[in-house]
């Protein structure tokens, strides 16, 4: 099976922007997860979606949104762009999520820098 | 929030040596994963351990798990310079959903 995908993979904004960042999850996976990476921060939770529906949500503004489509292909969106959202956004699907969590696996990354 | 503490934060041996990474959580779990990160690029899963497992084995790698501690370490056998990465472990926080909460890593550089 084909990995996780994520498109861009790089990307360069300036402050102010919108960005919208896409992931394909691994065939006949439907739960769809996205992290932050920053050196300060770290790994960090943004949000999750199953079957289209947003299932949990981390501690971030509301300038980051995202959605899920029938095909199990998920984006995010980071509005009005700050200098700290510069980051690696990471994206990982798994088969269910249910119950308990199940084996993530994480696509590449797409690398943001807002100038 | 971090949930996961890694010690060490870094770490360097020699090829053939074996790499002990430890990690420790706050509350419970339903399961405890680890993975490698090189430089910036995507994570790779290694191993999956279940709350109810103690210890688990995969090709070079042993994974332990003690829940009593709320704790797990990562050992890397005969390492190579090719496991030179960052290890990240990443617990569920009973939460139900795939939500990962991870430590912030061990960097491991293996040298020739």
């Known amino acids: 099976k084909a990995g996780v995908t994520q498109t861009p993979r790089y990307l360069i904004k300036t402050r102010g922007q919108q960005v919208t960042l896409s992931c394909s999850p691994i065939s006949g996976h439907r739960s769809v997860s996205w992290y932050q990476q920053t050196p300060g921060q770290g790994l960090q939770f943004l949000f999750e979606?199953?079957?289209?529906?947003?299932?949990n949500k981390g501690n971030f503004p509301g300038r980051f949104s995202g959605r899920q489509f029938s095909n199990s292909r998920s984006e995010m969106n980071v509005s009005t762009l700050e200098l700290g959202d510069s980051a690696l956004y990471l994206c990982?699907?798994?088969?269910?999520?249910?119950?308990?969590?199940?084996?993530?696996?994480f696509g590449p990354g797409t690398r943001l820098t807002v100038l | 929030s971090q949930q996961g503490e890694e010690d060490p934060q870094a770490l360097s041996i020699q090829e053939g040596e074996n790499a002990t990474m430890n990690c420790s959580y706050k509350?419970?779990?339903?399961?405890l994963q680890w993975y490698r990160q090189n430089s910036g690029r995507g994570l790779v899963h290694l191993i999956l351990i279940r709350s109810n497992e103690r210890e688990k084995h995969s090709g070079r790698l042993r994974v332990t798990l003690d829940t009593s501690k709320k704790s797990s370490s990562l050992l890397i056998t005969a390492s190579r310079a090719a496991d030179t990465a960052s290890y990240f472990c990443a617990t569920d926080e009973n939460s139900g959903y795939s939500t990962l909460t991870f430590g912030k890593g061990t960097m491991l550089l293996v040298s020739p």
């Open positions: 509350t419970s779990i339903n399961n």
């Open positions: 990982a699907s798994s088969q269910e999520g249910g119950g308990y969590t199940d084996t993530q696996y």
């Open positions: 979606y199953f079957s289209e529906t947003q299932r």
